[in-house]
């Protein structure tokens, strides 16, 4: 019974903390902040999260694994690669277009340069999910799915294709929105100009 009472708290903490963050940005947020919109003390705070660095992360990858792992689970277990692909851009293309995704990025992007929090959030979150894309590559190239290549070098590949065009005008800020036909255009296009280059065939 603690234990699930201690999730639920963390949980409650993690909920306050995106409110915070998304409001005031990293930097013009703090501790005394969270734990106000939490309603509780500094102390109980502390108790879950030794930082502001760390409470940050820990909202990012929350979200992440709620989210983002579920797709990197599909792409594995889907029986065509060529399908895999497809479905995965489409459905990573809409992930990272979300309104609060793009406001975590911006922020992350923001603080890059003045801490390691880019580099950590990395680390213990987005590159659990492409090194594993990249095993995926690494077998589908070993049974003549697709051309050899370095299997790093595609998925870093085909992140930057799922990243380009509409979405990467939407962090900038170049653009406000974008409609649901031209996110599905971009991650088709996507999807095919990966497919092509790295000479994906057709199971069965």
Request: charged fraction near 25%; proline fraction near 2%; hydrophobic fraction near 50%.
């Amino acid at each position: 019974m603690m234990q699930v009472k201690n999730q639920e708290r963390r949980l409650a903490i993690l909920e306050a903390a995106k409110s915070v963050f998304l409001e005031r940005g990293y930097a013009g947020a703090s501790m005394a902040q969270v734990s106000a919109r939490l309603g509780g003390s500094k102390q109980t705070l502390y108790s879950y999260f030794a930082s502001k660095e760390d409470l940050f992360i820990a909202v990012m990858l929350e979200r992440g694994a709620a989210q983002v792992q579920p797709l990197f689970e599909a792409f594995r277990n889907q029986e065509s690669l060529n399908l895999a692909v497809q479905d995965f851009a489409l459905a990573f293309v809409r992930f990272i277009t979300a309104e609060e995704i793009l406001a975590f990025r911006r922020i992350v992007y923001a603080e890059g340069a003045k801490s390691e929090l880019g580099k950590l959030f990395y680390e213990n979150g987005p590159k659990r999910g492409w090194s594993r894309m990249a095993e995926d590559f690494a077998a589908a190239m070993d049974q003549g799915l697709m051309r050899r290549a370095d299997p790093w070098v595609a998925v870093n590949q085909f992140h930057a294709l799922c990243e380009a065009g509409p979405v990467q005008r939407l962090l900038e800020g170049s653009l406000l929105r974008v409609d649901e036909q031209d996110l599905v255009g971009a991650a088709k296009a996507a999807a095919d100009t990966f497919i092509r280059a790295y000479g994906l065939q057709v199971e069965g």
